[in-house]
């Protein structure tokens, strides 16, 4: 039984970048849905879409390569986990490689990027980093 879906989604799709698979198949459920179009929008996967295996919820998410297969997520850190929340306001959103990563933060208007949560105002919990 997984505990944190959201760390095993995270390192399914790291894993699978590092392995150079074309995508990678992993549990389901909102909060990952929400997060992978996160991903999705700010260019760091192709694509994703929810599949059902034996009945129970799962989605294939398609990974994205550069011109000679270089992945484009070169690495991911969960940083708010099930054991240890890790809140911020709207000034204290962190910067990922000085812009050049995205940190995916959970505010109460829904997951977004520290970008988009920046431009509207919003803190809340910090889900991961990803560059």
């Known amino acids: 039984m997984i505990n944190d879906l959201v760390s095993d989604v995270l390192i399914r799709i790291k894993n699978g970048s590092n392995a150079k698979h074309k995508f990678v198949v992993a549990p389901s459920s909102r909060v990952v849905l929400d997060i992978l ?25 398609h990974l994205k390569y550069g011109p000679n297969k270089e992945p484009f997520i070169i690495g991911i850190k969960r940083v708010s986990k099930p054991g240890r929340r890790i809140y911020v306001g709207k000034d204290e959103l962190p910067r990922v490689f000085d812009g050049f990563g995205i940190a ?27 560059w």
């Open 104 to 130: 995916i933060i959970s505010t109460p208007q829904g997951i977004m990027s520290d970008r988009l949560a920046r431009k509207l105002g919003h803190g809340g919990e910090v889900v991961c980093f990803v």
């Open 37 to 61: 179009k996160v991903l999705k929008e700010e260019g760091f996967i192709k694509d994703f879409e929810s599949i059902q295996i034996d009945g129970k919820p799962f989605v294939k998410i």
